[in-house]
């Protein structure tokens, strides 16, 4: 098996300002990646590390996508012809998949490349072995849950074999076996063909003790600290804690919710769930969702997590069994929410979906967080009040007239639960509600969520992150990985 030479990563003030933008996505970054060496890339959300990630990679565009500054070279070329070299996993996954079926997905990056025919049947095997992506091949990628195409996606960036290989986040939504899964197989993948890694991940702990070197990028630009891990979490663990950078063994300060006995505001008995083309993936559920509480959803990827909180939202119907409100929310067609129109469901069961991006509508920050108030009939002077609290307690206030696709990946989730509390509905479901969010960020959310909670609101959050369960507080419920005819 023949593999790349690792690839060498050199920046000279490099910057990239996206077009329309004031300020710069990152800026004045001085840095050399020798052959072979494993990084951690951290930052605050927003600092720009994955528009970092994208230039090495070669995907910024031209002159109409934004402007550079500086010099950023891949074996002393451009990255925009060294493509062939670098293996990317962006943060959305679903934006790095490109065909219909499991199989032909992995194989793609191999067939752009060239490589033989006959040898690329062996690299789809081995790259979804590899990240543990037990599927048939011909298995439709829209079917796979948002974890599987996480696996799916670097499938396809390790059957290339690259001498670079960037990551952004590639174990976010996935359950705990997965995260261990993902990592053992890029530890093995780098041991194996000696490539360059780097990886950006908010979670430190999961690959600290893998990297060779860390990479703090200041989100006024430049960097914040580089060098040995042991050394820069050592001799910076405070400054860059305070920073936003999640650096091992700082605490989160923060209060525990404790669980107290509500009246249940959503309920349902042998209740059977499923995805599109009706495949059943969870029946037999009784599920109660107290006032006043988090409800946390887990279980590993596939279990129907999802499907479960978008059943209890009323945006999917029960596969068999009823999801029932408490009498007081009832609608015009009664406690069914799934019979519910779309105004009684905003007042309601407000639904933050996996994906931030399904659900912006308009232009600027502000103005997504005014659709809900507007909707509701309130008048400007309190749509205002409310808009203006939120952007300034989740930290967008500096992006208020932005739009929200040019936000990163944490930015735009915030703003996606912050549209959904505008609106203040009786119950919140949000999945993967902390995804992406660095330290600061992760603390204003969970602590809003605390708010709602105390006010009286019931909390459905799916999640993966132990620390949300924990501090949230309330029930849980675990879903088993089981698939029913």
């Not at 006959?118 to 079917?143: F, H, N, Q, Y």
């Not at 948002?146 to 996935?174: F, I």
């Not at 091992?248 to 042998?270: C, F, K, M, N, R």
């Not at 609106?423 to 902390?434: G, M, Y």
């Amino acid at each position: 098996m023949t593999h790349a030479a690792p690839a060498r990563v050199q920046a000279a003030g490099w910057g990239w300002r996206y077009a329309g933008r004031k300020l710069p996505a990152v800026n004045d970054v001085t840095f050399t990646i020798d052959p072979g060496e494993r990084v951690l890339l951290l930052g605050a959300s927003g600092s720009g590390k994955s528009t970092l990630l994208a230039g090495m990679a070669g995907v910024l565009g031209d002159a109409d996508e934004g402007e550079r500054s500086g010099t950023l070279l891949i074996d002393g070329a451009a990255p925009e012809v060294s493509r062939g070299r670098v293996g990317l996993v962006l943060q959305d996954p679903d934006a790095g998949i490109v065909l219909s079926k499991v199989g032909d997905d992995v194989a793609f990056g191999c067939e752009n490349l060239g490589i033989p025919a006959s040898d690329i049947p062996a690299r789809v095997g081995e790259a979804l072995d590899a990240v543990g992506l037990d599927v048939p091949l011909d298995r439709p990628t829209k079917a796979l849950s948002g974890g599987q195409k996480q696996r799916l996606v670097l499938a396809g960036a390790l059957a290339m074999r690259p001498g670079l290989l960037l990551l952004d986040e590639p174990t976010a939504n996935l359950d705990p076996e997965g995260v261990r899964e993902v990592r053992a197989s890029v530890e093995r993948t780098v041991e194996a063909t000696g490539a360059t890694l780097v990886v950006i991940e908010h979670r430190t702990p999961v690959w600290v003790d893998l990297m060779t070197r860390v990479i703090v990028l200041s989100a006024d630009g430049g960097l914040l600290a580089d060098g040995d891990p042991s050394r820069v979490f050592a001799e910076h663990g405070r400054a860059l804690a305070d920073a936003g950078v999640w650096v091992p063994g700082q605490d989160i300060d923060l209060p525990v919710l404790t669980d107290v006995a509500h009246a249940d505001v959503l309920s349902a008995e042998s209740l059977a769930i499923a995805r599109e083309a009706r495949t059943v993936v969870q029946a037999g559920l009784d599920v109660h969702v107290p006032r006043a509480t988090a409800t946390v959803i887990t279980g590993p990827n596939g279990a129907g997590k999802s499907t479960l909180a978008l059943t209890l939202a009323g945006l999917l119907p029960e596969h068999t069994g009823e999801v029932l409100s408490a009498p007081e929310l009832a609608g015009r067609r009664g406690r069914r929410p799934s019979r519910w129109t779309s105004r009684e469901l905003l007042t309601r069961i407000g639904t933050v979906f996996q994906d931030p991006e399904h659900q912006f509508l308009t232009q600027t920050l502000r103005d997504e967080l005014a659709v809900g108030p507007k909707a509701l009939g309130w008048d400007d002077t309190r749509t205002d009040a409310v808009v203006d609290e939120l952007l300034d307690r989740l930290g967008l206030a500096p992006l208020a007239l932005a739009n929200p696709f040019t936000l990163s990946g944490g930015q735009k989730r915030r703003l996606s639960v912050a549209t959904v509390l505008a609106a203040s509905p009786a119950v919140i479901v949000l999945d993967e509600p902390t995804f992406g969010q660095d330290r600061r960020g992760w603390i204003s959310l969970v602590a809003l969520l605390q708010e709602e909670i105390m006010r009286g609101r019931a909390i459905v959050a799916v999640t993966h992150d132990d620390a949300v369960a924990q501090h949230l507080g309330g029930r849980r419920i675990e879903l088993a990985e089981r698939r029913l005819a």
